[in-house]
């Protein structure tokens, strides 16, 4: 059974910092590109960083490079996302995503989502 399990969301204070936690179990966390996205209400989803399956690569949505950063662990199959200098713009719920492409066909896998607010 596959499960993505977010964690670390909470209410903080404009400048603050959070770090979100995705558990990963139930498939080969290895093979898997590894995803942050968002929606806040009213908004369509959005991506907000990316890391490739084994690290080496990561891309950030243009709001958050500098403030945001990606890192997966891949003997704890957790990835995580360290939020730093937040803004109130920032607030949304944040989701965890699985990606793996094998030729044309995709396995696709969210978790449940993690409420982030940035208010003073």
């Known amino acids: 059974q596959v499960q993505l399990v977010e964690s670390g969301g909470g209410l903080v204070q404009p400048g603050g910092s959070l770090r979100l936690s995705c558990a990963a179990s139930g498939f080969t966390f290895t093979y898997y590109a590894m995803s942050w996205y968002r929606q806040a209400p009213g908004k369509e989803r959005e991506s907000v960083a990316a890391?490739?399956?084994?690290?080496?690569?990561?891309n950030y949505r243009d709001s958050v490079k500098g403030r945001f950063t990606i890192t997966r662990d891949n003997a704890k199959n957790t990835v995580y996302l360290q939020m730093n200098r937040l803004k109130p713009e920032d607030t949304a719920v944040y989701y965890c995503n699985a990606v793996r492409y094998i030729g044309t066909s995709k396995n696709d896998y969210w978790g449940q989502g993690t409420q982030v607010t940035v208010s003073s």
């Open positions: 890391i490739s399956s084994v690290g080496g690569t990561t």
